[in-house]
């Protein structure tokens, strides 16, 4: 048995040091190769809010209610054509949220979730502009979770909760009536 040098054993350390840094990098390349894999299953999931609109002023207050139990719809259409390629309905949860599954890459399509029925008789009345919300349902968008969002929707109420004018009046808006605007003209 021969006794190694100091140099020989400088050599013999690094390239255990070496071969466990390779070791290494190896383990997080394969863990990453493991992640894009399961991305790669090609599943997208659109997360939003159904809400009654209590004082019809077409945005979420203090006073709008979440609507669980209404149904909405995911349409993905060609660019082009309009042509209806993807289509995937839904229902809100007790808290007015959804979580809708969406299969394939939707990169070159227009896809909107939109409203199609409220649980509730006294908020029903659909909005242009609350209606809809566009999303963008593709993993070339330099997003690297499957999750995407969509913005609020909203069903309005027949007619405006009491309290509308205060609330609208913390958010610094004009009173809702003329009646309401004579404290201010004075």
């Known amino acids: 048995k021969r006794n190694n040098t100091q140099e ?21 390349c394969f863990a990453s190769l493991l992640g894009y894999a399961q991305c790669a299953n090609g599943k997208l999931y659109v997360e939003g809010k159904v809400y009654c609109d209590t004082c019809r002023v ?3 207050t203090k006073v709008s209610e979440n609507l669980g139990g209404a149904k909405v719809k995911l349409e993905c259409r060609n660019r082009e054509n309009g042509k209806l390629n993807y289509t995937v ?4 949860r007790p808290n007015g949220t959804y979580c809708l599954t969406v299969e394939g890459d939707h990169e070159e399509e227009i896809c ?3 409203l199609i029925k409220s649980p509730r008789q006294d908020c029903n009345e659909i909005s242009e502009g609350l209606d809809k919300a566009r999303v963008l349902l593709t993993r070339n968008d330099g997003v690297s979770r499957p999750m995407r969002f969509a913005n609020p929707l909203g069903f309005m109420k027949k007619e405006a909760l009491g309290q509308c004018s205060e ?12 009646e309401d605007a004579w404290p201010l003209i004075d």
């Open 8 to 28: 020989e054993e400088q050599i013999i350390k690094m390239a255990k040091s070496f071969a466990t840094v390779a070791l290494f990098a190896t383990a997080v």
């Open 58 to 60: 077409q945005f979420v």
């Open 89 to 92: 309905e839904g229902e809100t």
């Open 112 to 114: 909107e979730v939109q």
């Open 167 to 178: 609330v609208l009046k913390e958010l610094g808006f004009l009173p809702l009536s003329l």
